[in-house]
């Protein structure tokens, strides 16, 4: 009848309607920051399930792939983490709009196997852009190095010095700061900076266009990961890292070291 009509198209309209405010409820809100490009939380959102939410307000939410059955969300250093499995689990994005550079990058870390540079690579980060692929890998160890840490692109890479003899294996924050106008990196430890290095030829910065890929072929869990396109200060990545309360006992002087590039 004309009524049933009717009713059953105010009950679509309005379905949607109340469906769209109910969504709209439950997502987080924004976090922005100056120069904040994503920043991932992982923290579950129960309106997106399968996806790592970018609390940063521009939406670069990242797709949760191949995680196994069981509850891949496990403590982290705030709030939750998410665990990754070595294989084919990952946050992934891919086919950007436009090319987003990396400036700074930080975030939380805790390996299942510890950096302490042995053979053993673990790749937590996977970028590709207008500058290429680009990688952060723990224990990948090269000639005149110390193998704790790896920033690598194709035949070019950046390593920590054989002077590093720390030994990780419980939460860390790790922070890489990129300078486009010397081309050099900055890497921190838990705020503890290891000494500048220039890219080398062909190097360059972390960028992606095509994709970004957190955790796949990455043993361990990670947490507060935030991205930017901006270099950030040492005040602000101690300040991040003060604002995490966990119990880590810092050593005066374990992060002393340099780092060598081939």
């Known amino acids: 009848s004309e ?23 439950a997502k987080p809100p924004d976090e922005p920051e100056s120069g904040l490009v994503a920043y991932y939380k992982f923290e579950p959102v129960s309106v997106e399930p399968d996806k790592l939410w970018d609390h940063s307000g521009n939406d670069y939410h990242l797709d949760m792939t191949d995680f196994p059955e069981d ?36 975030f939380w870390v805790k390996p299942d196997v510890p950096v302490d540079g042995r053979n053993d690579p673990n790749r937590v980060l996977n970028t590709q852009g207008n500058t290429g692929t680009k990688n952060i890998y723990f224990n990948a160890p090269s000639t005149g190095s110390s193998g704790h840490f790896q920033l690598s692109h194709t035949t070019n890479w950046l390593n920590v010095s054989p002077e590093y003899t720390a030994s990780l294996s419980t939460w860390f924050q790790f922070s890489m700061v990129y300078s486009s106008v010397d081309g050099h990196y900055s890497l921190y430890v838990d705020a503890q900076k290891l000494n500048t290095v220039k890219s080398g030829t062909g190097a360059g910065s972390f960028t992606f266009t095509n994709w970004i890929n957190l955790g796949q072929s990455y043993r361990g869990a990670l947490d507060e990961f935030r991205i930017y396109d901006r270099i950030i200060s040492e005040a602000e990545i101690e300040a991040l890292y003060n604002a995490v309360q966990t119990p880590i006992l810092r050593t005066t002087g374990e992060h002393n070291a340099t780092v060598g590039s081939n």
């Open 3 to 25: 009524r049933d009509a009717v009713e059953s198209y105010l009950a679509d309209k309005w379905g949607i309607t109340l469906y769209q405010a109910a969504y709209d409820a």
């Open 71 to 106: 509850d891949p969300w496990v403590g982290g250093v705030d709030g939750m983490a998410l665990q990754f499995n070595g294989l084919s689990a990952k946050a992934k994005r891919e086919n950007f709009e436009e090319t987003k550079t990396i400036g700074s990058a930080v």
